[in-house]
C-alpha cells in the first residue's frame, strides 16, 4: 500500500514522521486510481503506403496548421509536437468548429495513450484531446491525436493565430515511444513553419494537409464519455475569482482583496526554515500576470525559504474549486533533487488531535519523490482527521506516478455525496462522502522541502510553482467545460477580481 500525504495545514510539520511502513499501518484509506484511456483497437486493413507518396495537401478556405517538436529523438518519453493554427481566410473562424489531427504508429496493437497540454497561449482548459483509430492503417500511420476547442476558445480572427499549443501524449506505460515511424512527425522541424502532414477540419469539411492515403479525415473519433451541458445548475453561484494582476507581495490591492502572504514560522517542511513573503512574486507572461512562488535552499534548514498564500477567511466549502498552476520537475537554477511539494488545496483548522470536523482537499505534485516514493508522484487527498503524535491518518487519496511538469488546470467539486477530483478535464478521483467537510475553509497556494535528504548539497537553488488564476463558486458543481467558460467568460468582461462568497 502506498501511504497518502500528510496535511498541508500551516501548524502542523510534516517532519519526524515515523516510515512510511508505519504511516501506512495508521492510515484508514481507500486508494482510486487516476482515469485511463480505454485501450484503442487496432484497424486491420492494411493498404501500406509512405508519406512521400501522399497527394496533394489542401491548403485553401482560410485555415493552416504550423508545427514543430521539443523532442526530436527517434525516440521519446513523449511525443512533443506544439501546434500553432492560423487563419489565412477573410472570415472569422469559430474555433470550436476547428478539428486538427496529428498521426502516428502506434507501438504495439495493444498500446494505449494519454494527452496532456503543457502550455498554450489560450490556456490548456480550452483545448480537448482524442485518440483514434484509422480506418486504412499504413506503415506510417495507424493512430491519430485529434485536437479540438471548446467554445470557450472563441473564435480566430482573419490573419490571427492561436499561439502557441504546446502539446504531448505518451504511453499509459510511460513506456518510450518510437516517432521515427510516426507520419506527422520531423526530429528536424524544430522551428514552426507549415506543416501539411496535420490536417485541420472545419465544420467537419478537411481544409488543410494532407492525411495518410485513404484517411482523409471526414468524421470525429467516438467520444469515450458522453457531452457536458455547458450551461452551470442552478442554486448557489457566488463566486471568487482571482487573476492575481498584482505588482508584489506589498501590493495593498493584494491584503484588500483576501489574501495574506506567510510569513509566520513553523511546519510543515524543514526545521529551521522561514517562509519569506517576498517570494511571492507577480510576472507577465506574454501580457498575462501569473503569480510565482519560490522556495530555495542551499542545504540547511537556515538557508532554505518557504513559500505560501491563503484566503484570510474560512468561508469556502462545498462548491467548486479551481486553479491553473504550473508545477516543474527541476529548479530554477541550482542542483536538483530536493523533495519539494507544489499544491493547490483547501483546509480549515485541527482544533484537537482526530477531531472529527478537520477538513482538507490537495493537489500535491512531489517532482522528485518524498515520503517514500523514489520519483514524481501526484496526490489528490480528501482528509477527514489526523494525529500528529503519534501519527494516525483517516483520508483518501488518488496518485499518478508520473510526470506533471507544465501546466494543468485542476478543478476539485464538493457536493453532498462525494468529492471529485480533475485534472486537465479528465476525472483524476472521486472520494467518498465519509471525507465531506463540516466546516468552512481557506483557499491555499504552497511550495515547501519535506527534508533535505533528496539533494544534500550546500550550492543554492531554488524551485518556481506559478498560478495563473484561482476559481471558487459556491454551492455549484462545475464541469471542466463550464470552469473553462466562467473564466474565460470573466476575463472577456475585463473582471481581474471578484468575492461575491459570503462570510460563514
Given at each position: ?90 472570415t472569422t473562424v469559430q474555433l470550436s468548429q476547428v478539428k486538427i489531427r496529428y498521426y502516428f504508429k502506434a507501438d504495439s496493437p495493444t498500446a494505449t495513450y494519454r494527452f496532456a ?370 473564466i474565460a467568460s470573466l476575463r472577456s468582461a475585463g473582471t481581474a477580481f471578484v468575492d461575491e462568497v459570503p462570510a460563514s
Amino acid at each position: 500500500m502506498s501511504t497518502p500525504s500528510t496535511p498541508s495545514t500551516r501548524s502542523t510539520s510534516r517532519t519526524g514522521h515515523t516510515g512510511l511502513s508505519a504511516r501506512a499501518a495508521l492510515a484508514l484509506t481507500a486508494l482510486v486510481g487516476s482515469a485511463a484511456l480505454a485501450t484503442l483497437p487496432l484497424a486491420t486493413a492494411s493498404a501500406s503506403t509512405t508519406a512521400s507518396t501522399a497527394a496533394t495537401a489542401a491548403t485553401g478556405d482560410g485555415l493552416a496548421v504550423q508545427y514543430r517538436t521539443s523532442a526530436s529523438g527517434a525516440t521519446a518519453d513523449q511525443t512533443e509536437p506544439w501546434l500553432k493554427l492560423r487563419n489565412t481566410g477573410t472570415t472569422t473562424v469559430q474555433l470550436s468548429q476547428v478539428k486538427i489531427r496529428y498521426y502516428f504508429k502506434a507501438d504495439s496493437p495493444t498500446a494505449t495513450y494519454r494527452f496532456a497540454c503543457s502550455w498554450a497561449v489560450k490556456g490548456c482548459s480550452v483545448l480537448t484531446g482524442t485518440f483514434g483509430t484509422l480506418a486504412n492503417p499504413t506503415a506510417t500511420a495507424d493512430r491519430y491525436l485529434e485536437i479540438g476547442f471548446t467554445p470557450a476558445a472563441g473564435s480566430l480572427a482573419p490573419g490571427a493565430d492561436t499561439g502557441d499549443m504546446q502539446l504531448r501524449f505518451y504511453q499509459s506505460t510511460w513506456q518510450p515511444l518510437n516517432q521515427s515511424d510516426d507520419y506527422s512527425f520531423s526530429g528536424t522541424q524544430t522551428a514552426y513553419a507549415d506543416w501539411t502532414k496535420v490536417t485541420a477540419q472545419l465544420a467537419g469539411t478537411n481544409v488543410w494537409g494532407t492525411a495518410p492515403a485513404g484517411n482523409t479525415p471526414t468524421d470525429p473519433p467516438t467520444p469515450t464519455d458522453p457531452p457536458t451541458p455547458t450551461e452551470p445548475p442552478t442554486g448557489g453561484g457566488q463566486t471568487l475569482f482571482d487573476d492575481f494582476s498584482y505588482t508584489s507581495h506589498a501590493d495593498p490591492a493584494l491584503s484588500n482583496h483576501g489574501w495574506s502572504v506567510r510569513s509566520n514560522s513553523g511546519g510543515p517542511g524543514v526545521p529551521g526554515a522561514t517562509w519569506d513573503p517576498s517570494k511571492v512574486t507577480f510576472v507577465n507572461q506574454s501580457g498575462n500576470t501569473v503569480m510565482n512562488l519560490e522556495t530555495s535552499s542551499a542545504g540547511t534548514g537556515s538557508t532554505t525559504t518557504h513559500t505560501e498564500i491563503l484566503t484570510k477567511a474560512t468561508k469556502f466549502k462545498n462548491g467548486t474549486y479551481a486553479a491553473r498552476v504550473k508545477f516543474s520537475d527541476a529548479p530554477r537554477s541550482g542542483p536538483d533533487g530536493d523533495h519539494i511539494v507544489q499544491t493547490f488545496f483547501t483546509i480549515n483548522d485541527l482544533k484537537a488531535p482526530m477531531a472529527d470536523d478537520y477538513a482538507e482537499y490537495d493537489f500535491e505534485y512531489l517532482p522528485n519523490g518524498g515520503w517514500g516514493e523514489p520519483a514524481n508522484i501526484l496526490y489528490t487527498t480528501s482528509w477527514e482527521t489526523y494525529n500528529p503524535d503519534p501519527w494516525q491518518a483517516v483520508n483518501q487519496h488518488s496518485e499518478s506516478r508520473q510526470s506533471f511538469t507544465g501546466w494543468h488546470d485542476l478543478v476539485v467539486t464538493i457536493d453532498n455525496s462525494k468529492i471529485t477530483y480533475y485534472i486537465d478535464g479528465a476525472v483524476f478521483g472521486t472520494h467518498d462522502a465519509a471525507y465531506l467537510p463540516e466546516r468552512p475553509m481557506s483557499i491555499n497556494f504552497n511550495q515547501w522541502l519535506i527534508d533535505l535528504n533528496g539533494q544534500t548539497s550546500t550550492t543554492p537553488r531554488a524551485y518556481d510553482q506559478q498560478v495563473d488564476y484561482v476559481l471558487h463558486v459556491k454551492d455549484q458543481v462545475l464541469t471542466p467545460a463550464q470552469v473553462a467558460a466562467k473564466i474565460a467568460s470573466l476575463r472577456s468582461a475585463g473582471t481581474a477580481f471578484v468575492d461575491e462568497v459570503p462570510a460563514s
